[in-house]
Structures are given as C-alpha cells and as structure tokens.
C-alpha cells in the first residue's frame, strides 16, 4: 500500500505544476477517474469536464495563476495538500469585473485515490480573502455602509 502513496503524491502535484499552473488541459482525463466529485465550498464539481471547465475558467481570470503546494502528506488512498494560489485578476470571475490587483489564496486540498486517479476531492480556501482582494468585499477596515 505504502508505494501507492508515493505515485499519488505524484499525480496531485503534476495536478497542479501542468494544469493549474500550466494550463495543460490535455492530461485532466489522465489524473482524474471518469465518475470524479470535487467538494467546494459553493458547489460539486464533476467529471474531468467538470475540472477542466473550472480550470479554464480560472486561468481565463488569471491568466498567470500559478499555484506553491507547501506541504503534501499522503497515506493509504488519501494525499493532502496545503498550497498556495497567486495571480492576477485580468478576465472577469463569476461576474466580478477585473480589478488588476495581485491576489494570494490559501487553502487545503484532501484528495482520494481509486484506481490509480483522483476519484474524490474536498477542499477548503481563503474565499473570504480572496472576495476582498478581488474588491468584491468591504475590507475588515471598511464598514460595509452604502
């Protein structure tokens, strides 16, 4: 079983340093299983289709989105992931018009494995951080007054 960890721990960064930071649509049918279930905050994500919509959707807003992964710790059919995302905010994200300023998001990734591919997926990020760098939210210094 040990050995498995280590190849998943692979796949997930590959995930990352080809896809989400390099925009290489291509290989998500080599990485994530057919019946595939990302858990977000705000909604599933399902299938590969799923995952590469939301990537292209992504890099549409950031073009330059590139993603540090700061720690990976992968047992049994589980890897974890704790990065870090940054870019630019240049195309518009879910009907926020581009605001040009440089955002950093934290968040934790748990991805589990069947068969050799991501079958499921949670992941938790700074969405509230990320709101306000967008200047979609009043900053804590701001009162949220009209």
């Known amino acids: 079983m040990h050995g498995h960890s280590e190849e998943n721990e ?3 960064l590959r995930h990352w340093e080809e896809v989400v930071s390099g925009g290489n649509l291509d290989i998500i049918d080599e990485i994530f299983a057919p ?3 990302a858990h977000e905050a705000d909604q599933d994500i399902r299938g590969p289709e799923g995952v590469r919509r939301f990537i292209f959707m992504l890099r549409e807003a950031f073009p330059d989105l590139y993603v540090t992964v700061e ?5 049994d059919d ?3 992931q704790r990065w870090t995302g940054r870019g630019t905010h240049q195309g518009e994200l879910m009907g926020i018009p581009p605001s040009g300023n440089r955002i950093s998001v934290a968040g934790i990734t748990i991805s589990r494995f069947e068969g050799g591919k991501v079958a499921e997926e949670w992941e938790i990020y700074d969405m509230m951080g990320m709101m306000q760098q967008l200047n979609a939210l009043p900053s804590a210094g701001q009162s949220a007054g009209v």
Do not use: S
């Open 10 to 12: 692979a796949i997930v």
């Open 35 to 37: 019946d595939f279930v």
């Open 71 to 75: 720690d990976v710790i992968a047992e």
């Open 78 to 80: 589980k890897v974890v």
